[in-house]
Nanobody
Framework: QVQLVESGGGSVQPGGSLRLSCVVS????????VNWVRQAPGKVQEGVSC????????TVADSVKGRFTISGDNAKNTVFLEMKDLRLEDTATYYC???????????????RGKGTLVTVSS
């Protein structure tokens, strides 16, 4: 059974950092691309970043470029999202997801985890 389980969310002040984790089960990380999306209350889902561990290719949304870094650990079957210089507008529930495709395409996916909440406030 395919599962994606996020963790690492929390409350931080502006300028702070967090590291989110997405543990994947039911497939190996090098089989399909995995991406992060986020959704703030009352707003539509927004793509954040994607990784294809097979060739280590990544995509990053302009809104987080230079501040967020995606990476993958095959041995742990885990995708990470390192977030630095967090801003108030980064507040959202963050989800990892997959389209079960071997490349990064549109964000989101047919399978998504339950999310982890990130709150940035002063």
């Amino acid at each position: 059974q395919v599962q994606l389980v996020e963790s690492g969310g929390g409350s931080v002040q502006p300028g702070g950092s967090l590291r989110l984790s997405c543990v994947v089960s039911g497939f190996t990380l090098d089989a399909y691309a995995v991406n992060w999306v986020r959704q703030a209350p009352g707003k539509v889902q927004e793509g954040v970043s994607c990784i294809n561990v097979r060739d280590n290719s990544t995509t990053v949304a302009d809104s987080v470029k230079g501040r967020f870094t995606i990476s993958g650990d095959n041995a742990k079957n885990t995708v990470f999202l390192e977030m630095k210089d967090l801003r108030l507008e980064d507040t959202a529930t963050y989800y990892c997801a997959t389209h079960f495709r071997t490349y990064c395409s549109a964000y989101g996916g047919v399978k998504r985890g339950k999310g982890t909440l990130v709150t940035v406030s002063s």
